[in-house]
């Protein structure tokens, strides 16, 4: 379950973490915990989701992350806490940016700022070598499953905000 | 009927867990994700690291699957809602002991249709699965209950201010 060797994978989560706590710290709390939560683990929840369709086993083993195929700590340590923070992250924003997101226009130019960074993050979580992309798998095809995945996130946020609102 | 039993046993735990999402929304969603997390991973680690469990693979077996996964958190939710109604520590017990027995008797149909193939089935499978969801899940529970009443108190404080 250790990791085979302590380096720029394990580095670069460590420091994803830093960042999200770094982040969520400076923002106002804009939503509940429960709502965070909620968020939260829904991001988490679809990660494990992902991996298990797309990553896992076969028939279909596109990727691996970190040391191996097998699960080990931090595969853990990405679910939990990066990904958790970062879907507590995705809500604090939405909520914050509520007012100013009036439009179908507004929504799209917001979802892609979120697609694009999430890209990016990918990215750099490739150079890394948190993930591995195996025969089949690239960064384009991340983009076009993000495409799909944050209009879900975007609309399984704003259901959790009505529900906290009405808690 | 591999996949007709996913379906139906779906089927059925969602009508019996609608109410319990109505009554507590917040509290519900956060438990089954909670819960799906450990459950899908428990599965993983059982399969990929220690290699015991295996699934054949096959489009059915894949989709059935994936179906249990999301309704194994609904069984374990359904059990705390009886835990929670049963006032004495002995009908706790009870709950408990009986909810047991249901779970053994789902992944006995599991293994029979081979929706959970084991190199060598081992009832220990069953007992491990069943104590680690039952841990996780009291664990959040308890935590969910400890954060809502610290806010709680936090707001009264705050409004007497």
């Not at chain 1, 960042?19 to 929840?45: D, E, H, M, Q, R």
Request: some cysteine; hydrophobic content about 55%; aromatic content about 20%.
């Amino acid at each position: 379950m250790l990791p085979k060797k302590f380096d720029e994978n394990e580095i670069f989560t460590l420091a994803a973490l830093a960042g999200l706590i770094l982040a969520l710290y400076l923002l106002p709390k804009a939503v509940s915990w429960k709502a965070g939560l909620a968020n939260g683990l829904f991001f988490t929840a679809m990660a494990c989701f992902a991996d298990e369709v797309l990553s896992a086993m076969h028939p279909l083993n596109l990727y691996n992350t970190f040391d191996s195929p097998d699960l080990e700590l931090f595969d853990f340590i990405i679910y939990i806490p990066v990904f958790t923070l970062y879907g507590y992250l995705f809500i604090t924003v939405q909520r914050l940016s509520w007012a100013r997101i009036r439009s179908v226009r507004h929504v799209l130019f917001y979802l892609l700022i979120w697609i694009a960074f999430t890209s990016l993050m990918e990215m750099m979580a490739v150079k890394f070598r948190v993930f591995h992309y195996l025969e089949g798998w690239d960064n384009l095809h991340s983009l076009v499953a993000y495409c799909v995945l944050f209009p879900i996130f975007y609309t399984y946020a704003n259901w959790i905000l009505k529900i906290d609102a009405s808690d | 009927m591999v996949l007709l039993f996913s379906l139906l046993a779906g089927a059925g735990l969602a009508y019996l867990s609608r109410a319990l999402f109505e009554a507590e929304k917040m509290k519900s969603l956060l438990l089954y994700l909670w819960l799906y997390y450990w459950t899908i991973n428990f599965l993983r680690i059982l399969e990929m690291n220690l290699h015991f469990v295996h699934d054949h693979h096959t489009p059915i077996f894949y989709i059935s699957r994936q179906l249990v996964l999301f309704e194994v958190p609904l069984l374990f939710l359904l059990y705390l809602h009886v835990f929670h109604l049963s006032r004495t520590s002995g009908w706790k017990t009870l709950a408990a002991v009986c909810f047991f027995l249901v779970f053994t008797g789902y992944v006995a149909i599991l293994h029979f249709l081979q929706i959970l193939y084991t190199y060598g089935w081992s009832w220990r499978y069953v007992l491990a699965f069943f104590f680690t969801d039952l841990a996780v899940l009291h664990v959040g529970d308890a935590l969910y209950r400890w954060l809502d009443r610290k806010k709680e108190v936090h707001r009264h404080a705050s409004e007497k201010i």
